[in-house]
């Protein structure tokens, strides 16, 4: 299994505690949660059951009897209710010979449908025997984060306080996507690797589908814009089986894919035509809890200044390449990486990569130890306007001003780019009136060219640094 150690670390420490245990398996949809626990544990099962997409209530009531019926070797009677489906569970897990009883119950959201009561009875069933019995393991999955977390994380009824560990499982970083390649005989090297993960992210179901013999473009043609791609409709598939009324979310990710450095709430609701509310505000936590976009506050901001930005690689590149495009133009990505769309998206999808690898950043700048904080910032003065991608806040009295760049070769820093990155500094300096030290450093895919403007940066990382272990 390629890299979630901590994870592993925590299931079999759960496994072998002798106490009853509930645990919380969450994470983006695609991101590896079943498979994490079926190796590890799928011939430890005394039962496992997984929701089923879109069923109604009397259909996974129907499945859930035939999955008691695999696993007790006998027939079972029709179940009229999650009560009496427990309460059948109970009786299986009391007959079974095993020393430690695993669980799995897996998509549970799906399970959850309307007027169904299987909240109330899945709290009864722990309240009232699981939790006393020191051989049960009771392990819960699910793709909408949201739920998890509102259901049995957060929520203040019956099961508040009874899960006992929570797992949040994250999509590979670039590291363990090398990893991955390098175990199943793929020759990529790094600037593949990079230009797979600004597409596909690091979740492992789409790592699958790629063929080793053929490189990441062709790859990438034959899943996202060949006819009948596997990815060409991945998009709708998500959201429909995340979100109940999915096309709200829909259109907040799509307003979100025309401003790489995020909006407002308030730009959000003009974009996407959601009225203001309880449901809009619904629809942002459950986009956020499911890892597509994310919240932040600019540097020096208030919480009114809070902006939200779409993070998640595929959905980017989904709205921005594979939305519209011909399913009939074999050669169409090879096209469009010349088109000016390619270095819009490209720009946005590396700065995301290096989002998501902040610690190795601050490794490969030496500050691993040093307190920071991470943000971004724009002006509200400055003319012409300034932005600055990455803001790395430090506690030893400096200020680094990370400027990401995407490019093929050596990134060039010329009259012009010298210039804007002095006025950046000047004006992130004079606006937000810092006393510490600003520093310019170059975020680039292959590092910078040597000519007359290059001591203008203070420091530089290069993509090959993404790549490092984080102690």
């Given at each position: 299994?390629?890299?979630?150690?901590?994870e592993?670390?925590?299931?079999?420490?759960?496994y072998?505690?002798?106490?009853?245990?509930?645990?919380?398996?969450?994470?983006r949809?695609?991101?590896?949660?079943?498979?994490l626990?079926?190796?590890?544990?799928?011939?430890?099962?005394?039962?496992?059951?997984?929701?089923?997409?879109s069923?109604?209530?009397?259909?996974?009531?129907?499945?859930?009897?035939?999955?008691?019926?695999?696993?007790?070797?006998?027939?079972?009677?029709?179940?009229?209710?999650?009560?009496?489906?427990?309460?059948?569970?109970?009786?299986?897990?009391?007959?079974?010979?095993?020393?430690?009883k695993?669980?799995?119950?897996?998509?549970?959201?799906?399970?959850?449908?309307?007027?169904?009561?299987?909240?109330?009875?899945?709290?009864?069933?722990?309240?009232?025997?699981?939790?006393?019995r020191?051989?049960?393991?009771?392990?819960?999955?699910?793709?909408?984060?949201?739920?998890?977390?509102?259901?049995?994380l957060?929520?203040?009824?019956?099961?508040?306080g009874?899960?006992?560990?929570?797992?949040?499982?994250?999509?590979?970083?670039?590291?363990?996507?090398?990893?991955?390649?390098?175990?199943?005989?793929?020759?990529?090297?790094?600037?593949?690797?990079?230009?797979?993960?600004?597409?596909?992210?690091?979740?492992?179901?789409?790592?699958?589908?790629?063929?080793?013999?053929?490189?990441?473009?062709?790859?990438i043609?034959?899943?996202?814009?060949?006819?009948?791609?596997?990815?060409?409709?991945?998009?709708?598939?998500?959201?429909?089986?995340?979100f109940?009324?999915?096309?709200?979310?829909?259109?907040v990710?799509c307003?979100?894919?025309?401003?790489?450095?995020?909006?407002?709430?308030?730009?959000?609701?003009?974009?996407?035509?959601?009225?203001?509310?309880?449901?809009?505000?619904?629809?942002i936590?459950?986009?956020?809890?499911?890892?597509f976009?994310?919240?932040?506050?600019?540097?020096?901001?208030?919480?009114?200044?809070?902006l939200?930005?779409?993070?998640?690689?595929?959905?980017?590149?989904?709205l921005?390449?594979?939305?519209?495009?011909?399913?009939?133009?074999?050669?169409?990505?090879?096209?469009?990486?010349?088109?000016?769309?390619?270095?819009?998206?490209?720009?946005?999808?590396?700065?995301?990569?290096?989002?998501?690898?902040?610690?190795?950043?601050?490794?490969?700048?030496?500050?691993?130890?040093?307190?920071?904080?991470?943000?971004?910032?724009?002006?509200?003065?400055?003319?012409?306007?300034?932005?600055?991608?990455?803001?790395?806040?430090?506690?030893?009295?400096?200020?680094?001003?990370?400027?990401?760049?995407?490019?093929?070769?050596?990134?060039?820093i010329?009259?012009s780019?010298?210039s804007?990155?002095?006025?950046?500094?000047?004006?992130?300096?004079?606006?937000?009136?810092?006393?510490?030290?600003?520093?310019?450093?170059?975020?680039?895919?292959?590092?910078?060219?040597?000519?007359?403007y290059?001591?203008?940066?203070?420091?530089?990382?290069?993509?090959?640094?993404?790549?490092?272990?984080?102690?």
């Amino acid at each position: 299994m390629i890299g979630r150690k901590a994870e592993i670390d925590e299931l079999n420490e759960a496994y072998n505690s002798g106490r009853p245990e509930f645990i919380t398996v969450y994470g983006r949809r695609r991101v590896g949660k079943t498979y994490l626990v079926k190796t590890l544990y799928e011939k430890e099962f005394s039962f496992f059951f997984t929701g089923i997409a879109s069923s109604d209530y009397k259909e996974t009531l129907l499945r859930f009897k035939e999955a008691l019926e695999e696993y007790s070797s006998a027939k079972q009677e029709p179940l009229k209710d999650w009560f009496e489906a427990f309460r059948c569970l109970r009786s299986l897990l009391e007959r079974s010979r095993r020393k430690r009883k695993v669980v799995f119950l897996d998509e549970l959201p799906w399970m959850d449908t309307p007027n169904s009561n299987f909240v109330k009875a899945l709290e009864y069933f722990w309240n009232s025997w699981a939790s006393s019995r020191n051989d049960i393991m009771l392990v819960v999955c699910g793709s909408a984060a949201s739920w998890v977390i509102d259901k049995l994380l957060s929520d203040h009824g019956g099961l508040y306080g009874r899960v006992t560990r929570r797992i949040k499982v994250e999509p590979f970083s670039l590291g363990e996507c090398e990893q991955y390649y390098l175990e199943n005989g793929f020759i990529y090297d790094r600037k593949q690797i990079v230009e797979g993960y600004m597409i596909l992210g690091g979740i492992p179901y789409y790592l699958n589908m790629l063929r080793k013999r053929e490189g990441i473009v062709k790859n990438i043609e034959r899943l996202c814009f060949a006819k009948g791609g596997a990815l060409r409709t991945e998009f709708s598939h998500v959201f429909a089986s995340l979100f109940r009324n999915a096309d709200r979310h829909q259109s907040v990710v799509c307003a979100l894919a025309t401003k790489a450095m995020g909006l407002s709430r308030d730009e959000i609701i003009k974009l996407s035509g959601i009225a203001n509310g309880g449901n809009f505000t619904t629809v942002i936590a459950e986009l956020e809890e499911s890892g597509f976009i994310r919240s932040y506050t600019p540097f020096s901001g208030k919480s009114r200044g809070t902006l939200y930005q779409l993070i998640d690689p595929y959905t980017l590149f989904y709205l921005k390449a594979i939305a519209g495009s011909p399913d009939d133009d074999k050669t169409f990505w090879a096209k469009y990486r010349e088109s000016a769309g390619f270095h819009s998206w490209s720009g946005y999808a590396f700065e995301q990569v290096c989002f998501s690898h902040m610690p190795q950043i601050k490794k490969a700048l030496g500050i691993s130890g040093v307190i920071s904080y991470t943000y971004s910032w724009r002006s509200r003065e400055s003319e012409p306007g300034a932005q600055v991608d990455i803001v790395i806040d430090r506690n030893d009295g400096i200020v680094s001003l990370c400027e990401v760049k995407y490019s093929d070769s050596e990134y060039v820093i010329t009259k012009s780019v010298d210039s804007s990155l002095r006025w950046k500094r000047e004006s992130f300096k004079m606006e937000t009136k810092t006393r510490k030290a600003v520093q310019i450093v170059m975020i680039t895919m292959n590092g910078l060219k040597q000519n007359m403007y290059r001591d203008t940066v203070q420091a530089e990382v290069k993509a090959t640094n993404l790549f490092g272990e984080i102690d």
